[in-house]
């Protein structure tokens, strides 16, 4: 199962090896994380950052080895921006020239990037931004600046303090005329002093939700005056600007200037499966451990995991982790095959990348954010606690449904997305891929249920067709009532609500889809196809509240601590009193306690102060 859930024998050895050498090394130590205040936290942050790229020097780990390095420290920092934003935007966005020089000094850590689009007054609409790059042919450079309060950079990882460049994107002005958003690179910081660069106010925006957490990251806030750079720091794939002052744009299109978020997005999808699992295996192992009433007669209370309602609950949660794993396997192939697309300036499946990416991300991130919640409920009192892990890995991944595109805004992206192809398919034009099933439109929008027996639901071709009626049938719905608007927009607005719903439908099939034909491959290992079947069917059954899921959590309950093991997350990673795999938790949950500060002094601090006089008051009182 292991290999199923890591894609590869490779996968399973290089991650074992990467968690091994993180657990194993005292600096890369979290226990103590959500004890410290947010300066210690952060330079506890710098440390980790600092020793893992050590680490990768010394044992000349490979970019596959880096990155799950930089996972298993499980600490947000401004090594992810760097990594995964600054360096895949130059790469997406810079000419060759340019690719060359910065990519050079950004993989030996030279200089530390970030990524810094949103402003206080926008995020959602980019097209709304208004930092202003003015192209100046006097001097051949462009005069950054920030014209109003909401131009302020706001939220970029790592502005805050660490960053010494960034990709700033903003308005390109040439030869007064307003060309729209580009991005430009700009160095913030000395390289000498790491003191910000003349015209520039930068610092961190405050703390975040949650104790430790997304508080190990500096998001920063950056006002620009007039700041000037070279015009060659334009990132010109996309468009230029010639030394006389004339805009140029490329054959290619604009929205590859959001190049950079499709990437993460796909990659968002990974880490919610991957969150969505760690929560997951803590409540599963502890739901096998905790007993919670039953007894009869003196004999053994019942393990929690066993109640009917905890494997309602819980088990949908352990499907979606593994259906999340899967179609996020597919994401990734997907968005490869569309870049080397782009290579050969083939832009045909740019839209279908996009509104893949986007849903998903904006499905998988929800469902993660709400389970991870959940499961701390599954855990009682104890989910509560900072030692259970779960707090953590909530306060971590929910704003996971905001960055990189609030999941509302990409839902509504899908749903455009899904009106052109209804409108596509009314003229007759045969939809491909992810919207193939439309073409089937005569057939689905009649189709009389294809399930009429009970285990016609486990029947994938069955699941797969009614996922896909319904889906259709949303689309379709939606599209009949905005065409009765005044007009598409209006239309479009009012059914909003409708087509973030069908917007959702659409996702679910994809997610399905992948889960389906993933069991069409060989699975190695005995049984685990039919427990992956059977999760398959917990997924798909329960978004239709179907009442066949009763006897597959029964089916599934022998099976379920073997599904979390299969995560293979050593206790470190966990990092869960709850869900150690040994299930000693009540000596953990106990040894934790004591390591919290406020147990340094068996007397408290603020006693003398506050307690002593209080109680001492109160009792004379009570003598009168
Ligand atoms: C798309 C927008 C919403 C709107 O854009 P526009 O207004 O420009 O376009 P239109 O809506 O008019 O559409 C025009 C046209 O373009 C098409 N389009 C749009 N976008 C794209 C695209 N990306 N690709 C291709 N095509 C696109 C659209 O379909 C239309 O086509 P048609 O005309 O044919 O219909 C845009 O404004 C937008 O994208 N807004 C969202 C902004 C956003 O996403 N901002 C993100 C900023 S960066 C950020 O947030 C970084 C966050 C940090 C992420 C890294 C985190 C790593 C840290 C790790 C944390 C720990 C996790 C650990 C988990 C674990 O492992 O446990
Ligand atoms: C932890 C964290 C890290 C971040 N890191 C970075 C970073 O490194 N670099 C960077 O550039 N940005 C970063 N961001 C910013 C992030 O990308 C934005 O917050 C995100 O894109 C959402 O935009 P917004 O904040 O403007 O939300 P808004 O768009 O203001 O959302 C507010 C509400 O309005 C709704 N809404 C907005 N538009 C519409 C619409 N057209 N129709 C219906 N409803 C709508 C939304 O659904 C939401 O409910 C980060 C944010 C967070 C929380």
Avoid at 133 to 160: C, Q, R
Avoid at 191 to 203: E, N, V, Y
Wanted: proline letters at 4%.
């Amino acid at each position: 199962m292991k290999v199923a859930w890591a894609g590869s024998r490779h996968a399973v050895e290089v991650a074992d090896r990467m968690a091994c050498l993180v657990a194993s090394d005292p600096v890369f130590r979290k226990d103590t994380r959500t004890m410290l205040s947010r300066k210690e936290l952060f330079k506890d942050t710098l440390k980790k950052a600092a020793h893992a790229w050590k680490r990768t020097v010394e044992l000349h780990l490979t970019e596959e080895e880096a990155n799950l390095l930089r996972l298993y420290i499980d600490q947000p920092g401004y090594v992810d921006l760097h990594w995964v934003m600054f360096v895949p935007a130059i790469k997406g966005q810079g000419t060759e020239e340019q690719q060359k020089k910065w990519l050079t000094m950004a993989y030996k850590f030279q200089i530390i990037g970030t990524y810094a689009q949103t402003e206080l007054g926008h995020g959602s609409n980019v097209q709304g931004l208004e930092t202003t790059a003015t192209f100046d042919p006097s001097t051949d450079e462009f005069i950054m600046h920030s014209p109003t309060l909401t131009s302020s950079k706001w939220w970029p990882g790592g502005l805050g303090k660490t960053s010494t460049h960034a990709v700033v994107y903003a308005r390109l002005i040439t030869e007064g005329k307003d060309y729209g958003i580009h991005g430009f690179i700009m160095q913030l910081r000395s390289l000498d002093d790491h003191s910000p660069l003349p015209g520039i106010t930068i610092g961190d925006i405050g703390g975040k939700f949650g104790s430790g957490a997304y508080n190990s990251m500096d998001n920063g806030v950056m006002r620009l005056d007039h700041v000037r750079i070279p015009r060659d720091q334009m990132l010109m794939r996309l468009a230029q600007v010639t030394r006389e002052g004339k805009y140029v744009h490329s054959d290619v299109p604009k929205q590859l200037l959001y190049g950079t978020m499709v990437y993460v997005r796909q990659t968002i999808v990974a880490d919610a499966s991957r969150a969505l699992s760690r929560a997951v295996c803590i409540a599963v192992r502890y739901g096998a451990i905790r007993k919670q009433f039953g007894s009869k007669a003196g004999g053994p209370e019942t393990q929690v995991l066993n109640y009917k309602t905890q494997q309602s609950r819980l088990f949908p949660f352990l499907a979606s982790a593994y259906a999340f794993r899967f179609v996020g396997q597919w994401l990734k192939w997907l968005y490869t095959d569309v870049t080397q697309k782009l290579e050969s300036k083939d832009f045909s499946t740019l839209p279908e990348a996009h509104a893949c990416t986007a849903g998903l991300k904006s499905v998988t991130t929800s469902a993660t954010a709400d389970a991870i919640e959940e499961c701390q409920k599954l855990c009682g009192g104890h989910g509560y606690l900072n030692s259970s892990g779960l707090p953590e890995l909530f306060a971590v991944n929910l704003p996971a449904c905001t960055y990189e595109g609030d999941n509302v805004v990409l839902l509504l992206q899908v749903a455009r997305f899904l009106m052109k192809t209804v409108s596509q398919v009314a003229s007759g034009k045969q939809p491909v891929g992810t919207t193939a099933y439309m073409g089937n439109i005569q057939h689905l929008m009649q189709c009389k249920s294809v399930v009429n027996t009970v285990e016609d639901w486990l029947n994938p071709a069955a699941i797969k067709e009614v996922f896909e009626a319904r889906a259709l049938r949303m689309a379709v719905n939606c599209a009949q009532n905005i065409s009765k608007a005044p007009s598409q927009e209006e239309g479009f607005s009012e059914l909003s609500p409708d087509l973030v719903e069908a917007a959702v439908a659409h996702v679910q099939l994809i997610i399905v889809t992948k889960f389906i034909e993933k069991l069409q491959e060989d699975i190695l290992g005995h049984g685990v196809k039919e427990q992956l079947q059977k999760l398959c069917g917990i997924y798909a059954l329960h978004l239709i509240h179907n009442e066949r899921l009763g006897k597959l959590y029964a089916q599934v309950r022998p099976n379920a601590v073997a599904l979390v093991d299969a995560f293979d997350y050593t206790d470190h990673y966990l990092g869960s009193a709850l869900g150690r795999y040994d299930g000693d938790v009540y000596s953990a949950l106990y040894k934790e306690a004591w390591k919290d500060p406020l147990n340094e002094t068996v007397v408290p601090d603020g006693y003398q102060e506050h307690l002593r006089p209080l109680l001492k008051q109160q009792l004379k009182l009570s003598r009168l």
